[in-house]
């Protein structure tokens, strides 16, 4: 059973899975994970955000009384990885992949609860309009592409351009949350009768 003693801790400093926990009535503090998100050599899109939800998962759980979530979104185009664009440019041509085109973003959700550990991956299908060079160069100059996989926030400014979600739509966004509740529940977690405010305060174990 899950207590108030019992924090579920959120390995991630994004505001997009933070709001999207809240909003689900959750109750999480924040606890960002340091890792290094590089791709290995060979690695599949899959095996590679469920090796670092875990990683994430992993880096913070020191008090084994706490539930961890750890999660790693990707965008995937023709089977390569699309993360986050290095500079104005990369997210340009990013976008003109993925103009006209249905892509797949991929999250991987790990849960971490003393011994207990597990992970699944979402996947959703994600369709945009074709993309003129004037509407990628307006994109990417408005900033939002910065720090995005694939380049562009679905809920953000590039909603104009996503014709069709097959699939979880919060995925998209950074968080699979019914599959993370999920997992949450094979380890034990029970929302309280009386509810209670989502947390989201930074923990200051770290």
């Known amino acids: 059973m899950y207590h108030r003693a019992v924090r579920l801790l959120l390995a991630s400093a994004s505001p997009r899975r933070a709001d999207l926990l809240r909003a689900a009535g959750i109750p999480f503090d924040t606890c960002p994970a340091d890792v290094d998100e590089r791709p290995l050599a060979g690695e599949s899109a899959r095996d590679y955000v469920t090796r670092l939800a875990l990683e994430k998962a992993r880096a913070v759980c020191r008090d084994l009384g706490n539930i961890v979530l750890g999660a790693d979104t990707t965008v995937v185009l023709d089977g390569r990885v699309l993360g986050k664009p290095e500079h104005p440019d990369d997210a340009a041509r990013m976008l003109q992949g993925l103009s006209g085109r249905t892509h797949e973003v991929l999250t991987g959700v790990a849960v971490k609860h003393g011994g207990l550990e597990f992970v699944d991956v979402a996947c959703t299908r994600v369709r945009f309009l074709p993309l003129t060079q004037e509407e990628i160069a307006w994109y990417v100059a408005s900033g939002e592409p910065e720090g995005k996989a ?24 950074g968080l699979p949350v019914s599959l993370v509740y999920q997992l949450l529940r094979q380890v034990g977690w029970r929302q309280e009768a009386s509810g209670g405010p989502a947390g989201g305060q930074a923990a200051a174990a770290r």
Do not use: K
């Not at 694939?150 to 995925?171: D, P």
């Open 150 to 173: 694939g380049a562009y926030a679905a809920q953000g400014l590039a909603s104009r351009f996503v014709e069709r979600i097959e699939g979880s739509y919060s995925n998209v966004v």
